[in-house]
């Protein structure tokens, strides 16, 4: 591993690897060192004690170089004494690094749903982790009694990144250490040919983004989130290729395109360069699911359904 001389501007300079992810060593201060990911991102951290466990400090422009290297110090200094203490950190903060790792280690499509559900259900911002409690965190996942499924989810979710944090000193003790979430058996359901027409129908206005969403599901029979993130480059005539991230059992996936879904394709607006299906702010696909769903259903009179049932039905209708 390369070894520098950590300075504001060599760390300007440092290279973006094209994969994975570089650590630069300081020569000054051992186990003091920056991260560099493959997406830019640069992050403190350290490397110390006999496990040679890594302490990740802060990310480049969020602190000084100044302040990463006292802290640095400091850790040493208290290893070297005997003492353990964890890392004040915000959640903010725990939250982005725990990202950043999870793009490194992960497949694209899991880093963007953790991404989701921090952003969506626990919203903390620049509370200590510390004082995020037990009840805090119930709180939460009481307000998705309604949706057990993305109550599961949402769980899983933070209580990875919890155990993160504890992992990395950044917590004593886990706070969903003790939370359980009762996992259902999906509720599945299959519409009428009838009922499915009526959609259909309705979705081929193509009056919102979601209204596209809907009618590819019906007429290609993918999962929610394949359609979701669909790329402008993975369609090509008459056929669509999804790559091994975006897929279940992480295989490419190419299937074919019928004249009405390409008609549909067709008709829906370029608003971003890389997504077919952009979110309204930043460049992150759709994500506005439940509000569009709610809005697409006061429009037509089929109810009690998932858009996961959506393509059950056209499954079971092969």
Avoid at 52 to 74: M, N, W, Y
Avoid at 175 to 197: F, M, N
Avoid at 305 to 316: M, Q
Wanted: include cysteine.
């Amino acid at each position: 591993m390369p070894k520098i001389t950590l300075s504001n501007i060599s760390i300007r300079n440092l290279k973006i690897p094209e994969v994975g992810q570089v650590t630069y060593y300081d020569k000054n201060l051992p186990g003091f060192n920056v991260r560099v990911s493959q997406g830019g991102t640069k992050t403190y951290s350290l490397v110390s004690g006999t496990t040679r466990s890594r302490i990740t400090l802060g990310r480049v422009g969020i602190i000084s170089l100044v302040d990463a290297r006292k802290e640095a110090k400091q850790i040493l200094a208290e290893n070297t004494l005997g003492k353990n203490r964890p890392k004040m950190l915000t959640y903010q903060d725990a939250r982005d690094v725990f990202l950043e790792e999870s793009e490194v280690k992960n497949k694209e499509a899991t880093t963007r749903e953790y991404r989701r559900h921090f952003d969506t259900h626990f919203r903390y911002g620049r509370t200590p982790l510390t004082e995020i409690t037990q009840q805090d965190i119930k709180k939460r996942l009481t307000k998705l009694n309604n949706r057990p499924s993305e109550k599961r989810h949402a769980f899983v979710a933070i209580r990875r990144l919890m155990r993160w944090c504890v992992a990395n000193q950044y917590l004593t003790h886990n706070p969903t250490d003790g939370i359980k979430v009762e996992t259902q058996k999906p509720r599945e359901r299959v519409l009428s040919p009838v009922e499915l027409k009526t959609m259909l129908k309705r979705a081929l206005e193509q009056k919102t983004m979601f209204d596209s969403i809907v009618a590819l599901l019906i007429l290609t029979g993918q999962r929610r989130g394949e359609i979701g993130a669909l790329e402008w480059d993975w369609v090509q005539d008459n056929q669509i290729t999804l790559p091994e991230w975006i897929t279940k059992n992480g295989r490419v996936h190419v299937f074919p395109v019928g004249e009405l879904a390409q008609k549909v394709i067709s008709q829906i607006p370029r608003k971003h360069n890389v997504f077919v299906f952009p979110a309204r702010v930043g460049g992150r696909i759709f994500n506005g699911w439940s509000k569009s769903k709610v809005s697409f259903d006061k429009e037509h009179d089929v109810g009690g359904y998932t858009l996961h049932d959506l393509r059950e039905t056209v499954t079971n209708s092969v």
